[in-house]
């Protein structure tokens, strides 16, 4: 079965940290892009962080020196390591398989105190 699956969102509070994982299963892992990105209520999806086949990283702006993404292509997993967490960063968060446009169910966060 080809599908992608997001874990590691919750309740933080601001300044916290999380860690989401997005396994996948069913498809060719280490020779495509990955990313995440984010749906907050009332918005758009947008577009948060990138990773290539090489570990080039491409970050959207508000997120520079705050969140980190990294592959592990032996475990086909990508990861989003998110600190200095803050409200605006609430939100629904996917993963996305650019190779197969392929998105997974998403995990929430929500940063509040």
């Known amino acids: 079965q080809v599908q992608l699956v997001e874990s590691g969102g919750g309740l933080v509070q601001p300044g916290g940290s999380l860690r989401l994982s997005c396994a996948a299963s069913?498809?060719?892992?280490?020779?495509?892009?990955m990313g995440w990105y984010r749906q907050a209520p009332g918005k758009q999806r947008e577009f948060v962080v990138s990773i290539g086949t090489t570990g080039t990283t491409i970050y959207e702006d508000s997120v520079k020196g705050r969140f980190t993404i990294s592959r592990d292509n032996a475990k086909s997993t990508v990861y989003l390591q998110m600190n200095s967490l803050k409200p605006e960063d609430t939100a629904v968060y996917y993963c996305?398989?650019?190779?197969?446009?392929?998105w997974g169910q998403g995990t929430q966060v929500t940063v509040s105190s």
């Open positions: 069913g498809m060719i892992f280490s020779g495509y892009s």
């Open positions: 996305r398989h650019f190779g197969l446009n392929l």
